[in-house]
């Protein structure tokens, strides 16, 4: 397993392609039939910016997160979890397909007023994010900021 994380992390370019890695820095999918932490985080637009609130969420190492999601906004939006510079490459890859569709288990995309969740548990202490990589988005303030403790 550990060996299997560490070639995911190198090969981030091939687990973009290839939803069959799974390997995320950021943790792991979580198992819906135990009990999570709720979440709640909405995306919008407002004013010219992306938004989304909240925009930072401290977690305990090993807790499990059911994050709701809500699109509140006018246009599609993306909540993909990971770390900075995961997420940087893979918007780099959307700006190329900016269609790609998401079927992996740290990310979901939302037409205007829907929901989804995504249950996720954290397994490293660190700094992480969640971002909306449709071009664009990231840079008009689609940022968030995880915490774990
Ligand atoms: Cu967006």
Redesign the pocket.
């Known amino acids: 397993m550990k060996n299997l994380r560490q070639a995911g992390i190198a090969a981030i370019g091939i687990l973009l392609v290839s939803a069959s890695a799974q390997a995320y820095t950021a943790g792991e999918p979580g198992d819906a039939t135990k009990p999570a932490r709720i979440a709640q985080v909405t ?1 919008t637009e407002a004013e010219g910016k ?1 938004l989304f609130l909240p925009n930072r969420i401290e977690i305990k190492k090993d807790e499990q997160v059911k994050f709701m999601l809500r699109n509140n906004g006018e ?4 909540f993909i979890l990971g770390t900075t510079a995961e997420n940087l490459k893979h918007a780099e890859s959307m700006k190329k397909n900016p269609d790609m569709e998401h079927d992996d288990p740290n990310g979901r995309r939302l037409a205007p007023k829907k929901t989804d969740q995504i249950v996720w548990r954290f397994t490293q202490v660190g700094e992480f994010e969640y971002s ?1 990589l ?1 071009p664009g ?1 990231r840079e008009a303030g ?1 940022i968030g900021t995880i915490v774990v403790k």
């Open positions: 995306m992306m246009l599609d939006h993306e909306c449709i988005h689609m």
